[in-house]
């Protein structure tokens, strides 16, 4: 009935081998250390540098919004900015919305 499977031996029993689990907790550790400097610091640097900047806007700024509308800052309020972005034609957004600070006169030469 067997002719073409070996029967199985049992093996004598042998437990986990020793220093695995501190091998598991230091990887465990190891990868959320790493994680942290891929993912969580680079992240939080951007964060503070945006509200840095955020903080620092002023009256007659050019700026480019995160949807794309270049415009002058004519007014700012604690949450709210009004940008002027073309000629009488005035837009409020809030100013954690601003993408980047321009230099002055982009917007003249850009036309």
Same mark, same amino acid.
Request: proline residues 5%; without cysteine; glycine residues 10%.
């Given at each position: 009935? =067997?002719?073409? !499977?070996? =029967?199985?031996?049992?093996?004598?029993?042998?437990?986990?081998?020793?220093?695995?689990?501190? /091998?598991? !907790? /230091?990887? *465990?550790?190891?990868?959320?250390?790493?994680?942290?400097?891929?993912?969580?610091?680079?992240?939080?640097?951007?964060?503070?540098? $945006?509200?840095?900047?955020? =903080?620092?806007?002023?009256?007659?700024?050019?700026?480019?919004?995160?949807?794309?509308? *270049?415009?002058?800052?004519?007014?700012?309020?604690?949450?709210?900015?009004? *940008?002027?972005?073309?000629?009488?034609?005035?837009?409020?957004?809030?100013?954690? $919305?601003? $993408?980047?600070?321009?230099?002055?006169?982009? *917007?003249?030469?850009?036309?």
């Amino acid at each position: 009935m =067997s002719l073409f !499977i070996a =029967s199985a031996q049992a093996q004598a029993e042998g437990g986990p081998p020793p220093g695995g689990e501190m /091998f598991q !907790i /230091f990887f *465990l550790v190891g990868l959320f250390v790493l994680f942290y400097f891929i993912a969580i610091r680079p992240q939080r640097k951007r964060q503070k540098e $945006h509200q840095q900047m955020v =903080s620092a806007l002023n009256k007659g700024d050019e700026v480019v919004t995160s949807s794309g509308i *270049l415009g002058k800052v004519t007014a700012l309020d604690d949450n709210y900015m009004v *940008l002027n972005v073309a000629n009488n034609v005035d837009m409020k957004f809030q100013r954690v $919305h601003v $993408h980047a600070v321009l230099p002055k006169g982009t *917007l003249k030469s850009i036309g």
